[in-house]
């Protein structure tokens, strides 16, 4: 049987998210038990949303819906026609377009392929133009698309799933890798549980050789550069916003080994950069490691909760000037050293699966348009 046009709501059922409270942000409505999927959550996701940033409490589940595991989510403003499945039962926002659907007419990951392969360009271009880009439900169930039977849907996403699932493999051995290295960072520096802690003389409430100073004291923080936005789509050169590579450069204006962190919008993420880099003027980049190493710098900054430091208004906006003034604990070199040897072997392992991650992506995506156009069979 040949590929035939559908629309969306010919292969299963189609809803906005559902978020009836104003104001928006009253603080009752969350910090509860229910997952609140953003379409933030939605674009970072990989083929099945299993994190969030935010919760809803009963209060706010009762002025929205729980969407059941399984369900479809297609991003209609911000970032348009960004889709992933969820992996687990959450709510979501009426920004976000659930399809859930119709095991006799559609496999849900065929539909979410499609989407990367062909849809979302289609989607976007109806989007333009408007002050602020924006899909409506209407408009995206006016497009159809040519689909196969849905025995060859599921074979087709089957195979593509494939690529997906060792990609998410991967990435949950690089965030247990990553989270040891954050374990003995707290043991170590946090809890002061050290090698050795049990003889050591505590002076002034401080670790014998150990020593109370300001941050700026260990590690300078400094503005990233402007870089217009038609200008982050050629070379090899990772640029790092608020929330990590928001495009490639053909120059550097950091070197490697670097940390960076949200100067504006997002705050509170810190990441660490192993390859020359271009901090974009979102982000803080550290400038100068005085008296701490690169390793050591991203977890001081990751616990020391960096959202709490928020100066700005409307925009959320770090004050450095703050951030510089927190009293730390520097620890002996030696200690720094044995931490540094263990973390290094863990971002180095990390490596080598972010690398192969990349490998299948480029294999998956080679696939994706011949599969999705027909061109290929399974």
């Known amino acids: 049987m040949s590929w035939q046009p559908r629309r969306l709501d010919q292969l299963g059922t189609v809803s906005r998210g559902r978020s009836r409270h104003r104001p928006r942000d009253a603080a009752y409505l969350y910090g509860g038990l229910h997952p609140f999927v953003q379409t933030g959550d939605v674009k970072h996701a990989g083929l099945y949303i299993t994190n969030y940033t935010q919760t809803y409490s009963e209060a706010g589940l009762e002025q929205s819906k729980l969407w059941p595991a399984g369900t479809l989510c297609i991003t209609i403003a911000a970032n348009i026609a960004d889709t992933a499945i969820l992996g687990i039962d959450a709510c979501f926002p009426d920004s976000v377009i659930g399809f859930i659907a119709d ?13 990367d392969a062909t849809i979302k360009v289609r989607a976007q271009q109806f989007s333009q133009g408007a002050t602020q880009d924006n899909l409506s439900q209407e408009k995206l169930l006016s497009l159809d698309f040519d689909v196969p039977p849905v025995a060859e849907q599921t074979r087709i996403a089957g195979l593509l799933a494939t ?3 060792l990609i998410e493999n991967n990435r949950r051995r690089m965030a247990l890798l990553e989270e040891s290295a954050r374990l003995l960072y707290c043991e170590w520096f946090v809890r002061l549980r050290f090698p050795g802690y049990e003889h050591t003389p505590i002076v002034d409430g401080v670790p014998q050789r150990w020593e109370r100073a300001k941050l700026e004291d260990a590690l300078v923080l400094q503005r990233g550069f402007d870089l217009p936005t038609q200008n982050r789509q050629h070379g090899n050169v990772p640029i790092y916003g608020s929330t990590g590579v928001l495009g490639y450069h053909d ?18 993420e810190v990441q660490y950069v192993a390859e020359d880099y271009w901090p974009l003027n979102t982000a803080l980049w550290v400038k100068e490691f005085r008296r701490v ?3 050591f710098a991203l977890f001081l900054l990751r616990e020391m909760d960096l959202k709490q430091f928020n100066g700005g208004a409307s925009v959320p906006t770090l004050d450095r000037k703050s951030v510089h003034r927190v009293e730390i604990l520097i620890p002996p070199l030696s200690l720094l050293r044995s931490f540094d040897d263990f973390a290094a072997d863990v971002f180095a392992q990390s490596k080598i699966l972010n690398a192969q991650n990349q490998k299948l992506r480029t294999a998956r995506d080679l696939l994706l348009p011949r599969l999705m156009s027909g061109g290929l069979t399974t």
């Open 163 to 165: 690529y997906d699932d």
């Open 103 to 115: 095991p006799a007419q559609s496999d849900a990951r065929f539909v979410k392929y499609l989407f």
């Open 293 to 295: 190493t690169p390793l």
């Open 251 to 268: 120059k550097a204006k950091a070197t490697a080994p670097g940390v960076v962190t949200g100067r504006s919008g997002t705050l509170g």
